[in-house]
């Protein structure tokens, strides 16, 4: 009995271990999004970066995130997932090194580029490991749920413990606290997770890898490019626009497709997909202006900013539970109607604030639209991945999660240039107002998606039974 007890702790503090382990690369791969967000007037003003420049040091990590997404599933049934994991850590370690020793805009954003393609095989890797090291669907129910927490951590204290590093040491610390985390990866992933010997026969798409990163990279290129003339950067819109068609038709025509369209086929999954990108808009690239404006408004430090958005990211850790509880009370519906009704009142404060007189008032209603917005995305933003899974079929389940997060990570992307093209000088807190207000507009339009595409009943109920 002795021994039998024993074993079962020994094999408990080893899943512990074993899902702190996954947790932690999932940790990394959204802090290095949450954090930097902080030290945008820092590196602005030591590397010299315009609000182009900015927006890119956040686009090309999330370009290169999502693009290398597709290789990075095919790769990982091919050669090993423990493997992909693995070596996405050390390519992610060497890019934060480099990160943090940029002198110069095109090394910090080449750098970027690099850590994003690393953290797309952390992820793909750690997901997959999961399966791997939890074949109890309990355990692994429990796994992800943990890891689910983490994620929530990251979103939630990382503008938090950004602004401290930055405030502290300066801001590239925030690339070199990456370094003992990476390190501890490298060693404790081995020892607790086996390679298993199956090898899936997922094929490489590089075509459609390419198709949809050169869509995105001219969408944003178009938008962010102050300096081109009207006539570039229309035709820079239409080769994207042209680029997205042929990897749509590419993705259709295929029998095996990486990404398949059809997901979003019907006019349900449509509204789903517009809501994912209206958040994007409403809340997320707010988050990566929130600092400047700050800065720019109330002369507030990088310590200062941190701590402020608080306001906006601990609702993410606070009100998910509560969203679960409304969606099955109030339905698909009304829920992400009021949701979104929230992101868009919390917006409109923040144009406010923008184009308030004097520091109080600006920080009020700044505080104000941070909490607002901040409940708002909490409510809708994990309950959409739920929407999701339970609106799609069950053998697409695995593409509609695959597609909701390619989704979500290109409306990152996009609505970040988006929101910077309304953007004119960053010292100026005035100009703020354009950009809140289009996030306004798009969440408001994710508001009216959810009115009139998304069903008044949840069918929560019927896929947990």
Avoid at 72 to 90: H, K, P, V
Avoid at 141 to 155: E, H, K, L, Q, Y
Avoid at 396 to 412: D, E, L, N, P
């Amino acid at each position: 009995m002795q021994d039998h007890t024993s074993g079962g702790t020994v094999e408990q503090r080893r899943s512990v271990l074993t899902t702190l382990a996954l947790g932690l690369s999932t940790f990394l791969i959204l802090f290095d999004v949450t954090a930097v967000v902080v030290a945008m007037p820092a590196i602005a003003k030591d590397v010299g970066l315009g609000v182009a420049g900015l927006a890119w040091v956040i686009d090309a990590y999330s370009l290169a995130f999502t693009g290398a997404l597709l290789a990075s599933g095919a790769l990982a049934d091919r050669f090993g997932r423990r493997r992909c994991m693995l070596a996405g850590n050390a390519v992610f370690l060497v890019a934060s090194v480099a990160c943090g020793m940029a002198l110069s805009e095109p090394m910090l954003l080449a750098m970027r580029v690099v850590q994003g393609a690393g953290a797309a095989f952390m992820a793909t890797g750690g997901t997959a490991l999961v399966a791997i090291a939890f074949p109890n669907v309990a355990q692994r129910a429990r796994a992800f749920g943990v890891m689910g927490v983490i994620a929530g951590v990251a979103m939630a204290l990382g503008p938090t413990l950004g602004g401290f590093l930055a405030a502290w040491l300066g801001w590239r610390w925030i690339f070199f606290a990456n370094i003992p985390f990476c390190l501890a990866l490298a060693l404790a992933v081995p020892l607790l997770v086996a390679e298993p010997n199956d090898k899936g026969e997922r094929r490489l798409d590089p075509v459609g890898i390419a198709l949809l990163t050169i869509s995105l990279g001219l969408a944003i290129d178009a938008l962010l490019r102050r300096d081109g003339s009207l006539v570039l950067r229309a035709a820079c819109l239409v080769g994207s626009t042209a680029t997205a068609v042929l990897f749509i038709w590419q993705q259709w025509r295929s029998p095996r497709p990486v990404l398949d369209p059809r997901v979003f086929a019907t006019s349900t999954m449509a509204g789903v997909a517009a809501l994912l990108t209206a958040l994007q808009f409403g809340y997320w690239a707010v988050l990566v202006y929130l600092p400047l404006f700050l800065s720019a408004a109330i002369h507030i430090s990088m310590e200062g900013a941190g701590a402020a958005l608080l306001a906006a990211t601990l609702p993410m850790l606070l009100v998910p539970l509560i969203g679960g509880r409304l969606a099955m009370h109030w339905g698909w519906r009304r829920l992400f109607t009021i949701a979104f009704g929230l992101v868009v009142i919390g917006d409109v404060c923040l144009v406010i604030a923008a184009l308030s007189d004097g520091p109080e008032i600006r920080l009020a209603a700044a505080v104000a639209g941070m909490a607002i917005i901040g409940v708002g995305a909490a409510l809708a933003n994990p309950q959409l991945s739920g929407v999701v899974l339970a609106l799609a079929p069950s053998t697409q389940a695995g593409m509609a999660s695959a597609v909701t997060f390619i989704v979500r990570q290109a409306g990152f992307a996009i609505s970040i240039a988006a929101l910077g093209l309304t953007l004119g000088a960053v010292n100026d807190a005035a100009e703020f107002a354009q950009p809140f207000a289009l996030a306004a507009l798009v969440a408001l339009l994710g508001m009216i998606a959810a009115l009139v595409l998304l069903p008044a009943k949840s069918l929560q109920c019927s896929t947990q039974a």
